[in-house]
Every structure is written in structure tokens, then in C-alpha cells.
């Protein structure tokens, strides 16, 4: 009685289930070996660009003229033969070397600019006059303007691929800056960090994700301001990368290797996209859990 006027909870009498062991066939099974290819991405992708070159193949076959279309098959046979007498290779270099010291000067500059921009108010409204201003202007329209300032060397291409990568990236690296929680940044001071240091050890890995992506149409867009600037620079001095390649074929009506020209560059566009920039993402951004 008096335990029911306290309002105590009854006593209930403990008891334990006593643990089976696992059946033999539950054991998790690793999937087939087909289905863990055709997850990977790289399958589905290969039948994909199966299809597409068959369709090109009986789309030539129709056409019936090689001179405006050649087929798979023939353009295949072009780039293995231009691949193996080296002067494909020998273009391709030039072009990636060039590519290269344009991609890095642009870095550079993005870095410095957005640098200042986060630092300064000053910094600030420079970055935003400047990407308004020249961001929209086509980097092939200063190529005959780069020829008058460094001549008809390399320079001039440098100079253009610095301008298609410079304001892009900038952009894409202020934005990422800018979306960073100020909690960070406070971190930062506290810390006793300098405006270099933040933007160093707190604002560059927190808009990793920005900045990768800015790097990436960079590089989409130097690569295709090269080729375009090549074409154009090529027939000026006689001497050039991919771009060249591609012009001085159309002028001899080797279609074929002018077909080869550009599925080399589509290659590379590919190879600079899943070897290179995937795995730097999948490196930092995805592994600390950034991106998914």
C-alpha cells in the first residue's frame, strides 16, 4: 500500500536472450564483378563513346566522301600514324608547354588579385571594376594587339592565355572567399593570423571547392583560346602547336589528320580533367568530406 501511495514504478524481473550465432550464408557478398565495373563510371563511359563512334562510322560510310567527312576507322589510322612518326607528339608539346606557362601567370594573377581584394577595400573594388570590364572581352580579340606588344613570338600567346584564365579564376576564388563564414576568419585573428595568413590557412582550404572549380573552366578556356589563337598565330609565323596542325592539314585537304587534330585535343581536355583534376579533388575536397 504504501508503495502505492509513493508512486513507484513496479518492479520488473530482469531477463536475458542469450545471442545465436549468424547463419553460414549471411555474410555480405561482394557483387559481381560486371556490376562493380559498371559502377566505376568508366564502363558506361567507354560504351557511350562506342556508340558514338560507330554512329560516326556509318554516318561516313553514307556520306560517302572523305574529303568531308572521314570515318572513324580512317581517322583512327591518321592519328595511330601521326602518334607513331612523332610529329603529332612534336605539336602537342609545343602546345602544352605554352598551355602551361599562360595557365600558371593567370594563376598568379587570380591569387595576387583576390588577394588584395579580400585584404583591402581598395583590392576590392579593383578585382570587381577589373572582372567587369575585361572579363567579358574574348581573349582571342587582344591576340593581334599581343602580336603588336611582344612580336611574333611566344609571348603573345602567353599573354592571351593569361586573360582567359586570370578573370574567371579570380572570380570563382572571390566568390569562394567571400562565402566563407566570418566565424572563420575571426579564428583566424584571434589566432594573431595576418591578412596573407587567413587568406593562406583559412580562406583557401575553406573555398577549396570554389577554387577547383575556377581552375577547371580556366583551364577549359585557355585550352580552346589556344587552339583558336594558334590557328590564327600559326599562319603568321609559320610555326605553332595543335592549332597549327589542325590549319596547315585543312590547307593540304588532309581531312583526316585535321579529325585527328581534334580528337587529340579532345583527349587531352580528358586526360587533364579525370587525371589531374579529379584527383585532386578526390584527394582533399571529397575526402574531407567537402564534396561529395
Known amino acids: 500500500m504504501s508503495a502505492v501511495l509513493r508512486n513507484e514504478p ?10 545465436l550465432p549468424a547463419p553460414a550464408d549471411a555474410a555480405p557478398r561482394p557483387y559481381p564483378l560486371a556490376l562493380r565495373l559498371w559502377r566505376s563510371g568508366w564502363p558506361r563511359k ?25 570515318g572513324f576507322v580512317q581517322t583512327a589510322r591518321a592519328l595511330g600514324d601521326g602518334v607513331v612518326s612523332g610529329e ?3 605539336y602537342v608539346g609545343v602546345s602544352l608547354w605554352t598551355l602551361l606557362q599562360g595557365y600558371a601567370a ?24 577589373l572582372t567587369a570590364m575585361l572579363n567579358p572581352l574574348p ?12 612580336g ?16 574567371p579564376l579570380a572570380l570563382a576564388t572571390y566568390a569562394g572567399f567571400r562565402a ?54 600559326g599562319t603568321t609565323s609559320g610555326k605553332g602547336g595543335l592549332g597549327w596542325y589542325i590549319y596547315q592539314s585543312r590547307n593540304e585537304l588532309f ?3 585535321v579529325f585527328a587534330g581534334l580528337a587529340a585535343v579532345i583527349a587531352i581536355g580528358l586526360l587533364f580533367e579525370h587525371l589531374v583534376f579529379q584527383s585532386v579533388e578526390r584527394l582533399t575536397i571529397r575526402r574531407w568530406g567537402m564534396q561529395r
Open 10 to 19: 513496479p518492479v520488473r524481473p530482469e531477463y536475458v536472450l542469450p545471442l
Open 46 to 70: 567507354l560504351v557511350l563513346l562506342a556508340v558514338l563512334a560507330i554512329v560516326w562510322e556509318l554516318a561516313a560510310r553514307w556520306a560517302g566522301n572523305d574529303l568531308l567527312l572521314p
Open 88 to 90: 603529332l607528339p612534336r
Open 106 to 129: 593567370g594563376v598568379v594573377g587570380a591569387f595576387v588579385l583576390t588577394t588584395l581584394a579580400m585584404s583591402t577595400r581598395i583590392g576590392r573594388d579593383v578585382l570587381e571594376t
Open 139 to 150: 581573349a582571342i580579340a587582344l591576340l593581334p594587339l599581343a602580336l603588336l606588344w611582344f
Open 152 to 167: 611574333l613570338g611566344q609571348g603573345s600567346l602567353v599573354f592571351v592565355l593569361m586573360h582567359s584564365v586570370l578573370w
Open 180 to 233: 566563407v563564414p566570418e566565424t572563420l576568419r575571426m579564428a583566424g585573428r584571434n589566432y594573431g593570423l595576418g591578412p596573407l595568413a587567413i587568406v593562406t590557412q583559412i580562406l583557401v582550404p575553406a573555398a577549396l571547392p570554389a577554387i577547383l572549380s575556377g581552375l577547371k573552366i580556366g583551364w577549359a578556356f585557355a585550352w580552346r583560346t589556344l587552339i583558336a589563337a594558334e590557328l590564327v598565330f
Open 255 to 257: 581531312t583526316d589528320r
